[in-house]
């Protein structure tokens, strides 16, 4: 960066910091007024030096001034001066993906966190999850160089936005209910016979839950259970007589407010919404914890109490929009603590002790069970779904009694563990249901369930040593190298058979950090409950998890291993939150019938497309029927993911798509960028770089770029790691690649790489070869939709 520039930089700081100084309220048209100076100065400054020959440091620092400056003249309110200071992160994220510049990647990482959190408005849970995960880097960073007062600010951020979110995501979960509904309703005016059947049948169940006269008498056959638990066990409930007959006079009260309310309505005529579905779910929990006994007396009277406020809240007049309003936020917050209250365990049995066998199964299946208890008071789930719930919901509290039972007993609990693995796999699967994808992944696909108690391994001997350390004491299975035949299809082969994949991304870089974010790529585009670790070394940019820091010493590190496990096990870290499959069914059967046309318009086949279509709204229902139909297609058929991320597919009705996988900052980026993109104008291709997709979540982004790409593009020269996990993201959904490199090929190779023909173009200055190569992709691609075509017709 030139140092005129640079000066000119320092100088718009300066009035940066003199106009927060001067108006400390940031108000007032003077401050916007210096504010926008600044803005002007610095996207000035940042264009004219952002070129291949700056120190990309430098320019990602002005870049990030600049969004810092957007973001105090937004003052949390403009949401225009806000995401144009997100489009300046996202560039300074961009040039610093190469940088060895952990301080100012967490400065970036905080200050983004800012923006994104302003962006949100409080209740957008992407972008507060996105918020969230750069703080989380910034705090690390700042606290591995001893910065408390910087690591302290973002803990205070960390700490506001975690209840915030948590807000956001149940706000999200009633809306969506409430979206729900309204859909069904307006899909059955158009519906065909089997799809009539299958709405009404769904919205038939949404009434039944929304009786608010059946809530009532739910609530009675709670506490009549709760007060039989506490006459059978005197010594643990005590005299709790008063407390019960004040809840059994309530309950009568409520029975007879309620007695003559139709059905889904208030007092009033409102509909109630989803809060009363919720309410009903909850009821419904109540009662069957406490007929098993499971329940405490305190907790049963706390939400005894909070349901005949939340029935009180929903007789109460007023059909204004004001009080309406007023109305569905109480019955909001009360759904909110009765959530909460139904979720903490009451068991009369002891805690497990800290670090004990039986500890470690129960921290997995908590976290599990508040997911169910809250997908399952969604209440306006499709029945597939709504029965698939409620049978994982059932599993778990059953297990988790056989496991506080035998907390004591070591070889039970050894016996006991693989139910537990195998239920949190089944539930993580359920979580990312919304999330199916049909792709040809780039090897045979391995047709097999995960074993319980499995781990794939990628990484250093740090690594190594502590999962087998982990092994010994623990009886797992470890899946840590290829030991013959094709490297790069064993490997895949493991990581479809193992329930959780830990990667190393802290390992040198070079051809054996590349290999790590390949297989990680692979590993997240199977939906694959991940643990990222690291050794003191900086993260590639696309990783969204927290990661596990090694120390070094094997004893330390497999006990951090074994806890970081157990989290992803029991954390949903993707998924859970989605509203529906959205148009996801009707893509996966356009792109299915695009190759296999003809097959499935053959008898048995068309009927199993048709079952497929007509269980398109649900879920479960529709992965068993699309499955079924995968089945019947034979060995060459596609298989159904579950990947980290909601589906995306090539659009045919659009210009076809070339998705660009390089490294962004180096000397001759912009120049190959510009070889392709021309080469795409020419073909008639709409060109996409990772840094050019309109997502804030850098991952997600490329995610759907590579996912709704009909061809890819991939220049793994240096070992850059970003690349080599987008190419895993890439092969494992079997889009069509071209991977190209500078110089000799071998130079830039990893160990799965060994059986990929990779292609090379000369360096600079003119990167001769580079433009044939992006033609042979497009033509390639052309020709494989012309023969889509011709065997359609």
């Not at 209440?379 to 009694?401: F, I, N, Q, V, Y």
């Amino acid at each position: 960066m030139k140092a005129k520039l640079r000066e000119r930089r320092e100088s718009a700081a300066e009035r940066h910091d003199a106009a927060l100084a001067r108006y400390p309220t940031r108000e007032g048209s003077m401050f916007e007024r210096e504010l926008r100076a600044v803005v002007d100065e610095l996207t000035k400054v940042a264009k004219a030096a952002d070129s291949p020959s700056s120190d990309p440091v430098e320019v990602a620092k002005t870049y990030r001034w600049l969004g810092d400056a957007y973001f105090d003249l937004a003052r949390g309110r403009d949401e225009a001066a806000l995401t144009y200071g997100s489009r300046a992160y996202r560039r300074a994220e961009a040039l610093l993906a190469e940088a060895e510049a952990p301080l100012e990647k967490a400065k970036l990482n905080f200050n983004y966190g800012n923006t994104l959190r302003g962006l949100s408005q409080g209740f957008h849970v992407g972008l507060l999850e996105a918020a969230q995960t750069r703080y989380e880097n910034a705090k690390q960073v700042f606290r591995a160089h001893q910065l408390p007062d910087l690591a302290a600010m973002v803990a205070e951020q960390l700490r506001t936005i975690d209840p915030q979110l948590r807000l956001a995501r149940k706000q999200a979960e009633l809306q969506g209910g409430m979206n729900r509904m309204e859909e069904l309703t307006e899909r059955l005016k158009g519906a065909d016979a089997v799809g009539r059947e299958h709405i009404a049948s769904d919205l038939e169940d949404l009434k039944k839950v929304r009786n608010r006269g059946d809530l009532g008498e739910t609530l009675g056959e709670a506490l009549d259970a709760v007060k039989d638990q506490a006459e059978q066990h005197p010594e643990r409930f005590g005299d709790v007589a008063g407390k019960l007959d004040d809840l059994e006079s309530k309950t009568r009260a409520l029975e007879d407010m309620l007695a003559d309310v139709s059905p889904g309505q208030t007092p009033s005529g409102t509909t109630a919404g989803a809060e009363q579905q919720i309410a009903g779910a909850l009821f419904e929990r109540l009662h069957r914890e406490a007929e098993e006994g499971n329940v405490s007396l305190d907790r049963a009277v706390q939400l005894g109490d909070i349901f005949g406020e939340f029935m009180k809240t929903m007789s109460e007049g007023g059909d204004d929009l004001e009080s309406m309003s007023k109305r569905t936020q109480k019955m909001r917050d009360l759904v909110g603590r009765a959530m909460d209250s139904a979720a903490s365990p009451s068991w009369s049995t002891p805690e497990p002790k800290p670090g004990s066998r039986a500890h470690r199964a129960v921290s997995i299946l908590d976290p599990l069970k508040r997911y169910l208890l809250a997908e399952k008071g969604r209440g306006m789930l499709p029945s597939e779904e709504t029965a698939a719930g409620t049978d994982l919901l059932t599993r778990l509290a059953k297990l988790e009694a056989r496991v506080r039972e035998a907390s004591d007993d070591d070889d039970r609990l050894a016996g006991l563990e693989g139910e537990v693995w195998r239920l949190a796999i089944d539930v993580q699967g359920y979580a990312r249901r919304y999330h199916l994808i049909v792709a040809s992944p780039g090897f045979p696909m391995a047709r097999t369930h995960a074993k319980p108690k499995s781990v794939f391994v990628s990484g250093g001997k740090v690594l190594r040593d502590a999962a087998k350390a982990l092994v010994d004491g623990n009886g797992l299975q470890l899946f840590d190298s290829a030991a013959k035949g094709d490297y790069a299809q064993e490997r895949w082969n493991q990581l479809c058979s193992a329930s959780v994949a830990v990667f190393d991304v802290g390992v040198p870089k070079g051809a054996e950090r590349a290999e790590v974010c390949y297989e990680l790529g692979l590993a997240l585009a199977l939906g694959k409950p991940t643990v990222v670790a690291n050794h003191g070394r900086t993260l590639p940019f696309n990783v969204e998890l927290q990661p596990t820091v090694l120390r070094g010493k094997t004893k330390a590190d497999a006990a951090l291993l074994d806890k970081a496990i157990q989290q992803a096990l029991g954390t949903i870290a993707w998924g859970g939150s989605e509203a529906g499959l959205g148009d996801g069914p009707a893509n996966a059967l356009a792109w299915l019938d695009r190759r296999f046309s003809k097959r499935l318009s053959e008898g048995s086949m068309r009927i199993a497309l048709q079952l497929a279509e007509g269980n398109k709204d649900d879920a479960v229902a529709f992965r068993r029927s699309l499955e079924q139909l995968l089945g019947m297609l034979g060995a060459d058929a596609p298989a159904v993911l579950l990947p980290a991320w909601p589906p995306a597919y090539p659009n045919p009705s659009e210009k076809r798509r070339c998705f660009h996988v390089m490294p962004f900052g180096r000397k001759w980026s912009d120049a190959t960028r510009e070889i392709a993109r021309k080469a795409c104008r020419k073909h008639g291709w709409e060109y996409y770089r990772g840094d050019e997709v309109d997502e804030q979540r850098v991952i997600r982004g490329i995610w759907s770029g590579i996912a709704g790409a009909s061809a890819v593009l991939v220049d793994i020269t240096g070992h850059n790691e970003n690349v080599a996990l987008e190419l895993g993201l890439a092969h494992a959904l079997g889009r069509h690649c071209h991977v190209v490199a500078q110089g000799d090929p071998e130079e830039h190779m990893f160990a799965s790489l060994k059986k990929v023909q990779v292609h090379s173009y000369h360096r600079g200055p003119t990167y001769s070869g580079y433009e044939e190569h992006v033609s042979r992709l497009l033509r390639a691609a052309d020709d494989e939709t012309g023969r889509q075509v011709k065997d359609k017709r």
